[in-house]
């Protein structure tokens, strides 16, 4: 596996979730190609609100807030597919709910920066196990690309991953 240009800021927004009593059951990195052409980059964060990760389905109990757990989702657009409806260029932060067969509905965007500082991270990672922050459907998604106001502040390297998503950008282009 490879080094990604995003490696250090998700890790650095792991950090502070797990400072924060939020451990993450796992995450990852990686660039993905979308519709078999583009790439992008993307993170996912998996956290365990409910801590039901080592329960057989029987066990977790029904009242259990999260009971498959949360993903938080980042990834970085190229821009080029935006006139076929994918995201605009550059970053952004999402979350979705795991189902009990592992998959997920369509991610929610989180009103943060999309190079959002940890902070940040942790802070809307709150709101929304929590529930303060719901999910919406793709249908009402789709109508407006607002979030609403931002929360927090950027990461304290943003330029520095903004360039660097940049760069990766500009050798997959190539």
């Not at 970085?76 to 076929?84: D, P, S, Y």
């Not at 932060?93 to 902070?119: I, N």
Request: net charge negative; proline share 7%.
């Amino acid at each position: 596996m490879r080094n990604q240009p995003h490696d250090t800021y998700i890790s650095a927004v792991s950090d502070a979730l797990t400072e924060a009593g939020l451990t993450p059951a796992d995450w990852w990195t990686e660039d993905t190609e979308t519709r078999g052409t583009y790439c992008y980059l993307n993170a996912v964060i998996t956290l365990d609100p409910s801590n039901t990760h080592d329960l057989d389905h029987d066990e977790i109990p029904t009242d259990a807030a999260w009971p498959h757990g949360l993903l938080l989702l980042w990834e970085w657009h190229t821009g080029i597919e935006a006139e076929l409806g994918e995201p605009e260029r550059g970053p952004i932060w999402q979350f979705a709910e795991v189902k009990a067969d592992g998959s997920t509905e369509y991610p929610t965007p989180l009103p943060v920066y999309g190079y959002a500082s940890p902070a940040a991270v942790v802070k809307v990672a709150r709101m929304v196990i929590d529930r303060s922050i719901t999910p919406v459907s793709a249908f009402h998604a789709s109508l407006s690309n607002s979030i609403g106001e931002l929360i927090g502040d950027s990461w304290n390297r943003a330029d520095e991953l903004a360039a660097a998503c940049a760069q990766w950008s500009a050798r997959e282009a190539i």
